[in-house]
């Protein structure tokens, strides 16, 4: 079993931060977490969903959408099963509600997703 709970999300003014995290747990996970890359996603109103950002967790360069690049940064407490997603200068763009993910390393799907939290920028 994969199971993914994302925390974090919340209501802040453009330019401050938010701290998002992405606790895995289950057995599945837990075995094989090595061979899995995770991802942050975001999905505005009456948009599709997007990857803001992932890794790898047996490491490697992390990913970035380009909005989000010297602004956001993802990481791992492997200790924890936990992924982190840093979000600074967040702008109103940068609202909606964030996914965490799993796909396996090199794979192309995500496949595990968690129930999302959301996040609301104000100008």
């Known amino acids: 079993q994969v199971q993914l709970e994302e925390s974090g999300g919340g209501l802040v003014q453009a330019g401050e931060s938010l701290r998002l995290s992405c606790a895995g747990s289950?057995?599945?996970?837990?075995?094989?977490?090595?061979?899995?890359?995770m991802g942050w996603f975001r999905q505005a109103p009456g948009k599709e969903r997007k990857l803001v950002a992932a890794?790898?967790?047996?490491?490697?360069?992390?990913y970035y959408e380009d909005s989000v690049k010297g602004r956001f940064t993802i990481s791992r407490e492997r200790v924890k099963n936990t992924v982190n997603l840093q979000m600074n200068n967040l702008k109103p763009e940068d609202a909606g509600v964030y996914y965490c993910?799993?796909?396996?390393?090199?794979?192309?799907?995500?496949?595990?997703w968690g129930q999302g939290t959301q996040v609301t920028v104000s100008v």
């Open positions: 993910a799993v796909k396996q390393r090199g794979g192309t799907e995500y496949t595990h």
């Open positions: 289950g057995r599945t996970f837990v075995n094989y977490a090595s061979l899995y890359t």
């Open positions: 890794i790898a967790w047996a490491g490697g360069s992390p």
